[in-house]
């Protein structure tokens, strides 16, 4: 790092004495005996409420099973699941004599006997729950979680919870996630926006620096539990990503030691991976390493009408094929100990790296005053390597476990390299090699981060809590490219300076944040914050003699008001201002001319982009299994960053990016998710939005109507057989300059489970009745038209084995803080 760093870091302090007693007005713990109620006013029916509390650590116990029994049966007569705060209301109760039994896995069970009901409401008050250490030979669950949950600030998708996935990789899960649109390419868009951040375990990774699509294919679906959806971030995470955030979340098992292997064998991928476990007493290890084989082939053509004056003058025809080959790692370890019931150390990894062989052959003809043809066979490979270092330090107040001070640190580097070797040919085709060149690339990002944060909770009772942090995050980037070239078809390679590229960019992000919440007695919750971003850039592109350098600082302010209307609705509001800093790929001058015919290069003086953001939500659950989510959103960004093209005289197109357009996108999402029959499960959601694209420095605007809809279903039969379908269309999408047309897809899948060997088999479908997926573009403007398509296999068919090893017992889990950059383009 050649650039000092500013001493303004740090500047949270503040860890509260840990008190021994707890605070006054604090719950105390309800004796088991008899209670009677008390006159609470008219009523439609009787309710008995409360609260579950860790009796250990003093914290809610989230989704704890409460049922009520009828002593003389024994048998249950109503029952729920506390929510985030522990708390829960069985309604509708007839005078009688009950006991409730409390339970959850890694607790002891709680009864509370005697339970008159007569006439008025029972507030059975805090019940406290002991963690259970005994070990167990097998764990067995009584519930289900559903495949998708929807909490306070995001959408959940469980993806454990979902056979399709078995063999696949995070592609095939994101595919599949409420909100979320991924093209045939990888690529993936929150609500019809490409501006996200992508997290594994809450915080950035190195293998997501190059590239995001490629990035999800090394990390495989066995890996994952679940994908959180966070539209509306708090003033605690990054302010970039105008979208919103995605956070991929890894598997953890409970204490023990347990473990498992699984592999795949399939006509586009092979999978083989396997993970170890252990927990006891005070030290919990994870570790997970995996590799897998890709196969992917297409290919695509194009026709460009070149126009002066509004006639066309010449015209560029393209068409090509490819096949990839490629071979990814990918690992993780972590160690957490705690030195004590409050304070709490851990380090961590993960590690990756991939490697990729592409073969692809284009053909191209050129009529302008003459006619040219020629073709082209490129080899091309790369290689990258990627590690994530993290330490952490938690501690946690006797007075409260939302009382606590985070300390983290994190050290991510990617490094890669890249090379090909390119022969034209004319056409009509003979041995004679007209023009070489070949390449080679080594590029390098460092990136380091420190943060504090705090929470201070003014009430356990009234959950007023104020958050404050810091953070600094230091980027460094460079990479060396240089070209060499034959220009008449000899192995007399000259190196081109036109065409070297070799640059070292740094930049610097400070940021400091308070939020404050709270939850009023009618059930209104408020969350105000904001948060301070000073960004510092220093680059230098030596290839083309460009120093660069920028400084700004943005205020971003966050809202948010939700109201529980009862225990299953809820509504929320959220402001928000978001901003996107433009990464190294827009921002390079580099000169790219490895298709002549088309140049590309990027623009070292781009602005970030600020977006306005606006969501209203709501949510009704019911005891039957059915879900119901719906959201109406507003994004606008005024100074959007937009890939712009250009034709010039000679034919040749030139692209580049450019604060040009203000684009506005505005949309309601509906989730629904309902249970006919106990044993069968439906889910899906459709997506529509408006999509407003306009520049007034090009004269240029676009917009359309857009949707989005995916559908899934599981089946559980007898026999530990099971069955599953989901699919999935998008319809046609906008750019500033054209527009690309939709797309689907649809897979099936079949699960037998062997209990007793702990073996899984399951057989997976992926739209088996077309080979490839074909996504056409247009693109119109004043100096150019072109039409072309691009096609890429889509069928797989696959075969997934998953053997599990070892015994565990349950035991309530600390949580565990995470670096959470969220932040470039």
Same mark, same amino acid.
């Given at each position: ?5 500013? @001493? ?38 009787? =309710? ?102 929807? =909490? ?27 909100? $979320? ?283 007023? $809590? ?174 959007? @960053? ?80 099971? $069955? ?46 077309? =080979? ?54």
């Amino acid at each position: 790092m050649k650039q000092s760093i500013p @001493i303004l870091f740090l500047g949270i302090s503040l860890c509260a004495q840990a008190q021994n007693a707890p605070p006054a007005g604090a719950p105390q713990p309800v004796p088991e005996q008899v209670i009677a109620g008390s006159k609470s006013g008219q009523q439609k029916g009787i =309710k008995i409420s409360g609260s579950i509390m860790d009796g250990t650590a003093n914290k809610p116990v989230e989704f704890a099973t409460v049922a009520l029994i009828n002593p003389l049966t024994d048998k249950p007569v109503g029952g729920t699941t506390t929510d985030e705060r522990g708390r829960f209301s069985i309604n509708n109760v007839a005078t009688g004599t009950y006991r409730v039994t409390v339970s959850f896995m890694g607790y002891e069970n709680k009864t509370i006997n005697n339970i008159i009901v007569k006439g008025a409401d029972i507030a059975l008050g805090t019940v406290q729950m002991q963690a259970d250490t005994r070990m167990l030979n097998e764990v067995v669950v009584t519930g289900e979680k559903p495949l998708v949950e929807d =909490k306070d600030d995001r959408l959940v998708y469980n993806a454990d919870k979902d056979l399709t996935n078995a063999g696949g990789t995070a592609v095939d899960v994101l595919k599949k996630v409420p909100l $979320l649109t991924i093209d045939p390419d990888g690529n993936v868009q929150l609500k019809g926006s490409s501006s996200i951040k992508v997290l594994i375990n809450n915080k950035p990774s190195s293998i997501m620096a190059r590239s995001i699509s490629e990035a999800l294919q090394m990390i495989p679906a066995e890996l994952i539990k679940s994908v959180e959806v966070i539209t509306a971030p708090s003033a605690k995470y990054d302010a970039e990503g105008t979208a919103g955030v995605i956070n991929i979340i890894t598997k953890n098992q409970l204490q023990g030691l347990t473990g498992g292997l699984n592999a795949s064998a399939g006509s586009r991928r092979n999978n083989l991976g396997g993970n170890i476990n252990y927990k006891r007493g005070k030290l919990s290890v994870t570790g997970y390493g995996g590799t897998n084989w890709s196969n992917y082939f297409g290919g695509s053509q194009s026709v460009r009408q070149n126009l002066r004056n509004g006639q066309v003058f010449s015209k560029i025809e393209q068409q090509s094929n490819y096949r990839n080959r490629g071979q990814s790692q990918f690992g993780s370890f972590s160690v957490d100990y705690d030195l004590d019931t409050l304070n709490r150390i851990g380090i961590d990894a993960n590690f990756g790296g991939d490697s990729r062989t592409t073969r692809s052959v284009r053909d191209t003809r050129q009529s302008l005053d003459t006619l040219r043809e020629f073709r082209r066979y490129n080899n091309s490979q790369n290689q990258n390597r990627n590690i994530d270092l993290n330490f952490n330090y938690n501690r946690t107040s006797r007075r409260s476990s939302e009382q606590e001070f985070t300390f983290l640190a994190q050290y991510n580097r990617n490094n890669g390299q890249s090379g090909y070797a390119l022969n034209q040919y004319p056409l009509p085709e003979s041995e004679v090699i007209d023009y070489r060149e070949r390449n080679e690339n080594t590029n390098r990002q460092s990136e380091l981060t420190l943060q504090t944060d705090y929470a201070y909770p003014f009430s356990t009772v009234k959950r007023r $809590l104020l958050e404050v942090g810091s953070k600094l995050i230091v980027r460094d980037v460079n990479s060396f490219y240089k070209l060499e070239n034959a220009t008449d078809g000899s192995l007399n390679f000259q190196e081109d300076p036109r065409r070297a590229n070799t640059f070292d960019y740094e930049q610097m992000v400070w940021s400091s944040y308070a939020a404050f919440r709270m939850r009023t007695e009618n059930k209104w919750g408020f969350n105000i914050g904001g948060r301070f971003e000073l960004t510092s850039i220093d680059a230098n592109f030596i290839s083309t003699k460009t120093r660069f350098a920028d400084r700004y600082q943005n205020l971003l302010p966050n809202i948010t008001v939700s109201k529980r209307l009862d225990d299953n609705r809820r509504f929320r509001a959220n402001y928000s201002q978001r901003i996107q800093r433009p990464s190294i790929m827009f921002l390079n001058p580099y000169v790219n001319y490895s298709d002549p015919k088309n140049i590309q290069q990027g623009n070292p003086y781009l602005s970030p982009e600020l977006a306005h953001s606006v969501e209203l939500s709501y949510s009704t659950f019911s005891n039957n299994g059915t879900t119901i989510n719906v959201m109406v959103f507003g994004r606008q960004t005024n100074n959007a @960053i937009e890939r712009i093209t250009t034709v010039d005289a000679s034919g040749i197109s030139n692209s580049t990016y450019r604060n040009i357009a203000r684009n506005a996108t505005y949309g309601m999402n509906w989730f629904t998710s309902v249970k006919p029959v106990k044993a069968w499960n439906i889910s899906g959601s459709v997506t529509i939005n408006y999509n407003l694209l306009n520049s007034p420095a090009l004269q240029t605007s676009n917009r359309n109507w857009s949707y989005q809809g995916n559908i899934n279903t599981s089946l559980q039969l007898p026999a530990n057989f099971s $069955l599953q379908a989901n699919g999935s269309y998008n319809s046609r999408r906008v750019q500033l300059q054209g527009q690309s047309s939709g797309f689907y897809y649809y897979g099936f899948s079949g699960r037998k489970e062997f209990k007793k060997q702990n073996l899984t088999l399951t057989a997976n479908f992926e739209n088996p009745f077309r =080979k490839y997926n074909t996504i056409v573009t247009m693109l119109r403007t004043t100096t150019f038209l072109t039409d072309g398509s691009n096609y890429n296999v889509i069928r797989n068919i696959r075969l997934s084995v998953n053997w599990r090893f070892g015994k565990m017992s349950a035991a309530p889990e600390r949580s565990k803080k995470k670096v959470n950059n969220d932040d470039r383009k």
